[in-house]
């Protein structure tokens, strides 16, 4: 069986959202085009860090472009997409390894997710070496979702994510660590729970 790629030239819609109370979400990348729609899981810091990369790619862009490449500085308020994921939400998998870069050709930002993948090794340079293969494998290697954005959209696409990711439970002043609606027990406080 050949390697499952879900991909998306352009889609109609590609963001980062939630399912569940903060707390309790789960996270998903969506891409939408065409009538169809594929939403891959992935963990909050992973959401959080996409977004950053994408910021920092895009200005990075501009910045070797002198400010010429199609790229805003911010996201434009046109683009702002607060609706919720399209239902209902069918993992295609679970995300392990993201990668990202800029087509200077087609001036497009491409996101790959690809889903985790277990693998043993008898040692660290054996486990690299195995990861190193699997992901270069074209024909069996692990599904993946490939988007191509434009830079306008990759920029509305990191507020987004960074939007979701900060909308979870405050965190606490002291600790950092995110508050729950009936307290949490503060390693600040040498262990007296902290009220919200």
């Given at each position: 069986?050949?390697?499952?790629?879900?991909?998306y030239?352009?889609?109609?819609?590609?963001?980062?959202?939630?399912?569940?109370?903060p707390?309790?979400?789960?996270?998903?990348l969506?891409?939408t085009?065409?009538g169809?729609?594929?939403?891959?899981?992935l963990?909050?810091t992973?959401v959080?860090?996409?977004?950053?990369?994408?910021d920092?790619?895009?200005d990075?862009?501009?910045?070797r472009?002198?400010?010429?490449a199609?790229?805003?500085?911010?996201?434009?308020?046109?683009?702002?997409?607060?609706?919720?994921?399209?239902?209902p939400?069918e993992?295609?998998?679970?995300?392990?390894?993201?990668?990202?870069?800029?087509?200077?050709e087609d001036?497009?930002?491409?996101?790959?997710?690809?889903?985790?993948?277990?693998?043993?090794?008898?040692?660290e340079?054996?486990?690299?070496?195995?990861?190193?293969?699997?992901?270069q494998?074209?024909?069996?290697?692990?599904?993946?979702?490939?988007?191509?954005?434009?830079?306008?959209?990759?920029?509305?696409?990191?507020?987004?994510?960074?939007?979701?990711?900060?909308a979870?439970?405050?965190?606490?002043?002291?600790?950092s660590?995110?508050?729950?609606?009936?307290?949490?027990?503060?390693?600040?406080?040498?262990?007296?729970?902290?009220?919200?």
């Amino acid at each position: 069986m050949s390697r499952q790629v879900f991909f998306y030239d352009v889609p109609d819609r590609f963001v980062a959202g939630t399912v569940g109370l903060p707390g309790r979400r789960s996270f998903y990348l969506q891409a939408t085009a065409a009538g169809r729609t594929t939403s891959v899981a992935l963990e909050k810091t992973q959401v959080a860090a996409l977004a950053e990369r994408i910021d920092e790619l895009l200005d990075e862009v501009v910045r070797r472009s002198g400010g010429n490449a199609p790229v805003p500085a911010v996201s434009p308020a046109e683009l702002t997409d607060t609706a919720p994921l399209e239902m209902p939400v069918e993992e295609e998998f679970r995300v392990g390894t993201m990668a990202l870069a800029w087509d200077g050709e087609d001036e497009r930002m491409i996101v790959e997710a690809q889903a985790l993948v277990e693998l043993e090794a008898d040692s660290e340079e054996d486990l690299a070496d195995a990861e190193e293969r699997l992901l270069q494998d074209d024909e069996n290697g692990p599904p993946m979702l490939r988007v191509r954005l434009t830079g306008t959209m990759a920029r509305a696409f990191a507020k987004r994510a960074l939007e979701v990711v900060n909308a979870g439970r405050p965190p606490c002043p002291l600790c950092s660590l995110p508050l729950d609606p009936e307290g949490h027990v503060c390693p600040r406080q040498n262990g007296y729970r902290r009220g919200a």
